[in-house]
């Protein structure tokens, strides 16, 4: 029996025993299926903040939107209680429209348009980051109330996408930043840090985290009183790595430098961690092409998919990601496995997805599947040459969905599968606003 919520932004399908790889599957036998289209499994994105919540308890998560803003992601975060890292007025409008508290929000960019900052003021959103002076002097025309989080940098050794080539002031330059705050008669509340995106060395989180006590001590040795710190993002997010080695350097650091008991709030901002592995991406063959000899012996194939790098596989690029693609259905056992190329569907050269693979045989119209494709894909692509962007569709496993009825608060109503029901009184406190999608968007239906 298929069941399906519009709980979420849209309507979502509730996964009994089947899988992801079933899910694809039926919805690419439908012949009118050309498109790319997502798999989203909110049941991935719950775990994960389960996972968090175990391992690194002393640590609030706030999302950080830019990783990928889709909806349904936004409105399950925003009903666990999860805070969000916004960049921009735009995704800080997107999450209030959820309901949430403007002090579930941080403005975490070090440098901010006015209108921006402007905005945030009008939104009732104080708590922003800064690296650079000429922010104090923006924040003080436009926020001087604002509560501002000094962004130090501290590089890991080896990361995906490092930032501190751009953001953060060298902790020994933090002082004279402080100084003009406090000239300013600014309020510092708090530090920050962003060790890179991908972060391969774990380590580097407690230099981050013993950099930041010393930053703290500067501030109240001026006699600011902060108490926030933010331990940025970089944490993995695939299916084949752990929070395990992290959390435990986090976590020593923490007990080291800001021992429980200390009045220092403890914010992260996990972009990756939450999104990349609930993200399964399916492309269809649209061409192909043989290059020969020759003598016209084919040497490799080009395929040619229906999502490129100016779409869905722009993580390639500016997040220098390694795709992988899964047949969607198996080969033959033993079948011969031959040197390709994956090509995306625009004009340009440059729209090369994988140089060199072996793959077995594969025609037009198959499909190739993509797993972990949730972090930095969708949130950075375009419609370039006229392709339209994947549609997400979304699954709820059985068991997470009676976990969010739980969570979301007994008044939450869940009747049988086979029925249809309403979830009526969602009073628990984030669904208490009047503009939140959720409450407004609480009926589920079954179909056969
Ligand atoms: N916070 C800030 C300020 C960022 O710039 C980013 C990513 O660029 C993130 C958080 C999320 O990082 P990640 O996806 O590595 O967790």
């Known amino acids: ?23 694809i599957k039926e919805l690419a036998r439908d012949p009118g299926q050309e498109d790319p289209f997502y798999v989203l499994d909110v049941g991935d994105i ?22 990928n803003d889709d909806p349904t992601v936004l ?10 890292d916004c960049a921009s007025k735009a995704e800080m409008q997107k999450v ?49 109330s604002a509560k501002l989080v000094l962004r130090l940098r501290c590089d890991a050794a080896k990361v995906q996408c490092p930032l501190g080539i751009k953001f953060g002031v060298l902790p020994e330059d933090a002082g004279v930043l402080l100084a003009t705050a406090r000239t300013l008669d600014l309020n510092i509340v708090g530090v920050s840090f962003h060790v890179g995106s991908g972060c391969r060395e774990p380590a580097v989180f407690h ?5 930041a006590k010393q930053v703290f001590e500067q501030a109240e040795a001026l006699g600011f009183t902060p108490n926030l710190l933010d331990i940025g ?12 080695e992290v959390s435990d350097y986090i976590n020593k650091a923490l007990e080291e430098f800001f021992p429980e ?81 994956i090509w995306g569907p625009t004009c340009d050269g440059l729209d090369q997805v994988i140089s060199e693979i072996q793959l077995p045989r594969l025609s037009c119209g198959d499909w190739l599947v993509w797993p972990e494709m949730g972090a930095y894909t969708l949130a950075a692509a375009g419609t370039f040459n006229g392709f339209p962007l994947p549609k997400v569709h979304v699954v709820v496993p059985y068991h997470t969905w009676l976990y ?45």
């Not at 993580?315 to 040197?339: F, K």
Request: with cysteine; charged share 20%.
């Open 1 to 23: 029996m298929k069941v399906e919520c519009n709980f979420f932004s849209g309507s979502a399908h509730i996964l009994n025993d089947e899988t992801i790889m079933d899910i």
């Open 75 to 84: 409105e399950i975060l925003a009903a666990l209680g999860i805070g969000f």
């Open 233 to 244: 993002g970089g944490f993995p997010g695939t299916r084949s790595s752990s929070l395990d």
């Open 261 to 341: 008991g200390c009045g220092v709030k403890i914010i992260a901002e996990p972009g990756r961690y939450v999104v990349a592995s609930a993200f399964t991406l399916a492309t269809n063959i649209l061409a192909m092409r043989e290059v020969c000899d020759d003598n016209g012996f084919i040497l490799s194939t080009m395929y040619y998919i229906n999502d490129g790098v100016y779409g869905s596989f722009n993580c390639t690029i500016y997040d220098h990601q390694v795709v992988y693609p899964v047949l969607l259905e198996e080969p033959a056992v033993g079948e011969h496995h031959m040197s390709c190329s």
């Open 207 to 211: 230099r981050a985290i013993a950099a």
């Open 404 to 448: 969010l009825e739980e969570h979301l608060g007994s008044s939450v109503r869940f009747t049988s599968v086979d029925g249809t029901g309403i979830l009526d009184d969602c009073s628990s406190p984030s669904l208490r606003d009047e503009d939140s999608l959720l409450a407004k968007k609480n009926v589920y239906r079954t179909c056969s």
């Open 46 to 67: 719950v775990q994960k903040i389960k996972v968090w919540k175990l391992k690194m308890p002393r640590v609030d998560p706030f999302y950080a939107v830019k990783c």
């Open 96 to 144: 209030l429209q959820l309901g949430v508290d403007p002090s579930r929000i941080i403005y975490a960019h070090p440098c901010k348009p006015v209108s921006h900052i402007r905005q945030a003021a009008k939104f009732n959103i104080p708590l922003m980051t800064f690296d650079n002076e000429s922010e104090l002097h923006k924040v003080k025309a436009y926020f001087p």
